[in-house]
């Protein structure tokens, strides 16, 4: 009877045992069945209150929302850093950017990647993945002596993408061309294109020459070479015939990222589509004009959520919708005026880019950081609202874990959050380090910022944001604070020196 009795606590405790990682082995089970085909929308600018499932006003976004309705919503998801060649650094190579010194990048910079490192796309294709990016790039190209007029390299290609459709580096800078896997479109050997960024080449208008052909009015930064009726920052001589109309971004980007998804619905994808819109200068297409209430910017927002329905369409067309996984989200927080003036800050009105959140683009305060983030997986991925601390730099090792493997050790950063991902868990990261122009770090509620001398001037007095850089230490409890009102460091000095002494392991991390 003894033995028996043994023999049935034994079974009990694995049986328990089991039990308890369940939801790990279903996901194990999920990924060896269908590992899924992956698509990250990334936005740019895009604030935490600039769509409707996050509270817009002004504007309606229903292809969103649908995403949002029937997938996962975030409530406290980050981009890694509040500008944007640092964020895509993070999140393509799960590493935050302050390790490569990573800032925001001129239009002729080289490859801030480096070949050798590992990266998402990379990590992919080991299992099967065909893969492309196709929209902003800013990450650099070359190896800082480019000759536009040849295939550039090092580019996307090697760092793991098969295909890609670029605009080299972001809207308001040149070369305002359209590159594909490496090389110009529509370039003519007659004209060809040279790029500077310390001096005028070439003989086509500028901004500060004549001002009385732009569309926009624009700071002197981006008041160089005229493309299209706006100044660029930077100059460019030749490649009239390969220049972007900016309207066309919406019809011509989601075109690549369709055709590439019908000519890959037989294999598994990832495509990164990463949005120009709603950075400036915003151009929206005649078809969007005038479909919000805030000019513009607000048309930007409308002509995002027509790219997200029309690709989402495109995978059921495809019959595929129910095996791609769909991320939505941005690369940092809101700005009104960013070199150009086209009315965002007259044509506001009630609406709140950031929600109650403190700060913008640039600012370490949540508004730089905290972004819509929405995953959507039919049938996978059940309608919610998550809690969960997230940071776009663990899309590395979660999605390792989604197509079973293990991250390289010299990821030094990214964490493995499936399941929380997936909505199994509402529990994320512990503490997560956020930049803007300084560090801080998010320990649940608790958010301590590291001071600073670096001058933040620019940023409210331009920028019209609070950018959070000062020369004393903050602590904020956004359970009771959120919208970062109060520095309670002084109330809390233990918790100060325990977040301070944290931090600087993490920074001090090396493999």
Same mark, same amino acid.
């Given at each position: ?20 990682? +369940?939801?790990?082995?279903?996901? +194990? ?49 980050? @981009? ?34 480096? /070949? ?14 065909? +893969? ?18 040849? +295939? ?15 605009? /080299? ?80 971004? /919406? ?69 595929? @919708? ?55 997986? /039919? ?6 609202? @998550? ?26 950063? @990214? ?97």
């Amino acid at each position: 009877m003894k033995k028996l009795l043994f023999i049935g606590l034994i079974a009990l405790f694995f049986s328990c045992k089991e039990d308890k990682q +369940t939801p790990e082995k279903e996901i +194990t089970d999920t990924i060896e069945n269908r590992r899924p085909n992956i698509i990250i929308f990334y936005v740019d600018d895009l604030g935490y209150g600039d769509v409707s499932s996050y509270g817009a006003t002004g504007v309606k976004t229903p292809n969103i929302d649908k995403l949002a309705l029937n997938g996962i919503r975030f409530t406290d998801a980050h @981009s890694a850093t509040a500008t944007c060649t640092p964020s895509r650094y993070a999140m393509l190579t799960g590493n935050y950017a302050f390790r490569r010194k990573a800032a925001v990048l001129k239009g002729d910079a080289p490859l801030i990647i480096s /070949p050798e490192q590992p990266t998402l796309p990379k990590l992919l294709k080991k299992v099967g993945y065909k +893969t492309a990016v196709v929209g902003k790039w800013h990450l650099g190209l070359g190896d800082g002596n480019v000759d536009w007029n040849t +295939t550039v390299k090092p580019g996307p290609a090697e760092i793991g993408f098969d295909y890609s459709f670029l605009l /080299p580096s972001t809207g308001d800078r040149v070369p305002s061309v359209y590159m594909e896997n490496g090389n110009i479109l529509n370039l003519s050997e007659d004209d060809p294109i040279e790029v500077s960024y310390t001096e005028k080449v070439g003989n086509r208008p500028t901004g500060y020459e004549n001002p009385e052909l732009r569309r926009q009015v624009a700071d002197d930064q981006h008041n160089k070479t005229i493309i299209n009726g706006i100044s660029r920052i930077g100059w460019m001589k030749g490649g009239k015939s390969a220049e972007w109309v900016d309207e066309d971004f /919406p019809y011509k980007l989601t075109e690549k990222a369709n055709t590439f998804i019908k000519e890959n619905k037989d294999n598994r994808f990832f495509l990164y589509y990463s949005f120009h819109d709603i950075h400036v200068p915003r151009l929206p297409h005649k078809n969007f004009q005038g479909k919000s209430e805030m000019g513009p910017r607000g048309d930007a927002i409308v002509q995002v959520d027509y790219v997200v329905g029309e690709i989402v369409k495109s995978l059921e067309t495809e019959g595929i @919708s129910k095996n791609t996984l769909i991320i939505f989200t941005s690369d940092n927080g809101p700005v009104l005026n960013d070199g150009y003036e086209d009315d965002a800050v007259e044509k506001l009105g009630n609406h709140k880019p950031a929600g109650n959140l403190r700060g913008g683009k640039y600012s370490v305060y949540e508004a730089g950081t905290r972004v819509p983030t929405i995953v959507y997986w /039919p049938e996978e991925v059940a309608p919610k609202i @998550s809690n969960a601390l997230m940071n776009q730099v663990d899309f590395y090792s979660s999605f390792a874990a989604l197509t079973g493997q293990n991250k390289e050790a010299s990821i030094l950063d @990214s964490e493995n959050h499936l399941q929380a991902l997936l909505g199994k868990t509402d529990k994320g990261r512990v503490e997560t380090v956020l930049e803007g122009y300084t560090l801080a770090l998010r320990q649940g509620n608790w958010k301590y910022i590291k001071p600073s001398n670096k001058p933040g001037k620019w940023i409210t007095e331009e920028k019209k944001i609070e950018s959070g850089l000062t020369t004393v230490e903050q602590l904020y409890d956004l359970g009771r604070d959120p919208s970062e009102q109060t520095n309670v460091a002084d109330q809390f000095p233990e918790k100060v020196e325990e977040l301070k002494f944290k931090l600087k392991q993490i920074e001090e991390l090396t493999y």
